[in-house]
Each structure stands twice: as C-alpha cells, then as structure tokens.
C-alpha cells in the first residue's frame, strides 16, 4: 500500500470556522490531488499540485485553499466553513510518468477525512 | 465541461449471476482508469486502459475501452459476494494533469 495518511479522519465543526486538513505522503510522489465525495456525485477535483508551491484549481475549488511546502504534506483549508462542505475528502498522489513529467495514471488514495459541518 | 456517465447506478445481483457496468462520455480520453472503492476506504485502482478497443482481463472481471476511446465497459462473470463495493471510471483531462471521475456503480452481489 502507498503510504498515504490523512488527518483528522474525523471532524466535526460548525459553520465559520477555519478548518484544516492534511495529506502526508512518505512515496516522494511529485503530484497530489484534493477531491470530496458526495451521494450522486463521485470524486470531484478541489485542487491539485504538480509541485513544491505549484497548485492548480480543481471543478468544485470555491470555499477551498491549498498549501504545499514541501514534497510530502498538502493541506486543503477551508476559510470558513460551510454546511455545503460537509463531505468525505480524499487525497490522492501520483508519480510523475518520466520524461513527459506528467503524471501517471495510477493514483493513489488516502483513507480519507469524515468532515461534518453544523 | 467533460463528464464520465456511469450506468447502471445501483445493481443489486445473485451470486453466480453477470453483470456489466458501462462509463460514457463525449470527450475523448487518452486513458481510462476502473477503480473499486469498498465502504470507508478510499478507491483502489483496478486496471487502466489506453488503446483504442483494448481489452484487459482481471481474473473474472473483463474491461474494455471503446474503439472511439469515450467510453468503457466493465463484465464480471460469475459475481461473488467479494465483488461488492462501488465501481469508478475515471479519464485524464486533455491537456492538464486533472483526472475527471464518473458518478459510480454501486454493486452488491448477494450470497
């Protein structure tokens, strides 16, 4: 297994406040990915890195910011939470593919972070 | 916007029985990836496919890419009670390093 970890894996908030997530990888794996998961709506992209402080937006990143300072941690912030977050987030890493530097097309997933927002 | 389609939704099936599982899109993808998610977990990658027509096989489970590469197909032969859990189809973003997933097959194979 990839070693991802993610925490917390459970969180409950109320509305307004700043919450944090995090995403520690020990594979040295160039890309790092941000999704939630809702009831009909799959795995939706909030926010990507190609990069130590190289993150690009994802379909759902309104509400979201990311930071990455180094390789192996990416933390997904919500400024002021929302009940619309309340949600299953789930990172993800993907190695990068050779010469092309793209990613590959395996990722790798994280157990992922129960978020509940009152 | 790309979007994967995933049909059936739900499936809920005797042990024994087939079942395909289809992931639809108007968009060409250059890759499509099958993952299985099983409750509390995150996805675990099944297999990817890259050629248009390919066809891999996972012991019972048979994936093809159409010819076309927008859409793909998954076959289980013979569902066990092991084979539960959600399925997922995802494609590459042309262009970017994105992966766009479909909304999932939730299947449960009954003993």
């Known amino acids: 297994d990839a070693g991802i970890t993610q925490s917390p894996r459970h969180k409950v908030t109320e509305t307004g406040t700043p919450v944090t997530l995090r995403c520690h990888q020990t594979e040295n794996h160039r890309y790092m990915y941000w999704y939630r998961q809702d009831p009909g709506h799959g795995l939706r992209l909030i926010h990507y890195s190609y990069g130590v402080k190289d993150t690009d937006k994802g379909e759902v990143s309104d509400g979201y910011s990311v930071s990455r300072s180094k390789t192996e941690d990416f933390l997904l912030t919500l400024e002021s939470a929302t009940s619309s977050q309340t949600s299953v987030y789930f990172c993800?890493?993907?190695?990068?593919?050779?010469?092309?530097?793209?990613?590959?097309?395996?990722?790798?997933f994280g157990p992922g972070t129960r978020l509940t927002v009152l | 916007t790309q979007l994967l389609e995933q049909s059936p939704q739900f499936l809920s099936i005797q042990e024994g029985e087939n079942l395909t599982v289809y992931c639809n899109s108007s968009s060409v993808f250059s890759s499509l990836q099958w993952y299985r998610q099983e409750p509390g977990e995150g996805p675990v990658l099944l297999v990817t496919v890259v050629t248009g027509g390919e066809v891999k096989k996972l012991k019972r489970l048979t994936f093809q890419f159409g010819d076309a590469r927008k859409d793909s197909s998954l076959h289980i032969t013979a569902a066990q009670p092991g084979d539960t859990g959600l399925y997922l189809c995802a494609g590459d973003v042309a262009g970017t390093y994105k992966y766009i997933f479909g909304t999932g097959t939730r299947l449960k194979v009954l003993a």
């Open positions: 993800a890493i993907s190695d990068d593919g050779g010469l092309t530097g793209s990613p590959t097309d395996t990722q790798y």
